[in-house]
């Protein structure tokens, strides 16, 4: 997997948070809430084959997704994500005092190409280590299924679908009431195409 290369640490990192949730979990008076549900956007950047990234090639994300609790801190996760690149625009002043914009992601990885578009059905177990009452760190670690196609001027040049490696970790705030919020890095394996993003978002648990 390209992205274990990629990123040791968060390997480490997300096993190491999963490992520590199995651990830490006892018995509780708290009633388990078990369902949860949450989504949260996210901006970084794209490899493909290995070619190191330029400005052009940054990717956003929609993350969304469904958590069933098994214990206090370990859950299973199921979660869609759909993500495309992230245009850059050059705007100029035209003669008549207008203003004309357009993308100049025209050498997406140094290929010619300019759009990116992929989607991953995500499988993931994920644990949590509490630093208090509300705060804890989270690791996931699962599988997705992933579809990308890779287009110049509005025709695939490149596609493909398959499984591949999900890891993410960060750090998550829970209020009484069930809201919570999230930020944290998270990497998606899809054979030659690697995304590695930022991302910050919101649940609701019940």
Request: aromatic share 14%; charged share 15%; with cysteine.
């Amino acid at each position: 997997m390209s992205i274990v290369k990629k990123f040791p640490l968060l390997v480490i990192l997300s096993t190491t948070l999963i490992s520590q949730a199995f651990a830490t979990d006892m018995p509780t008076n708290t009633e388990l809430k078990k369902h949860s549900f949450g989504a949260h956007l996210s901006a970084g950047g794209a490899e493909y084959k290995n070619i190191n990234n330029n400005s052009n090639d940054g990717v956003v994300q929609i993350y969304s997704y469904y958590n069933y609790a098994v214990t206090q801190h370990f859950s299973l996760e199921l979660g869609l994500n759909f993500g495309a690149d992230s245009e850059s625009w050059d705007c100029h002043e035209t003669y008549n005092d207008n203003w004309h914009c357009s993308t100049n992601n025209n050498n997406l990885f140094g290929l010619r190409l300019d759009e990116i578009e992929y989607s991953n059905l995500v499988v993931a177990v994920k644990g949590k280590l509490p630093l208090s009452e509300r705060n804890s760190l989270y690791g996931k670690i699962g599988a997705q299924y992933y579809d990308y196609d890779i287009n110049r001027q509005n025709h695939t040049i490149i596609h493909d679908s398959d499984i591949g490696l999900y890891l993410a970790a960060g750090w998550q705030y829970q209020w009484d009431m069930g809201i919570g919020m999230d930020v944290g890095y998270e990497a998606i394996d899809m054979g030659d195409l690697d995304t590695y993003t930022l991302n910050i978002g919101m649940s609701y648990q019940f």
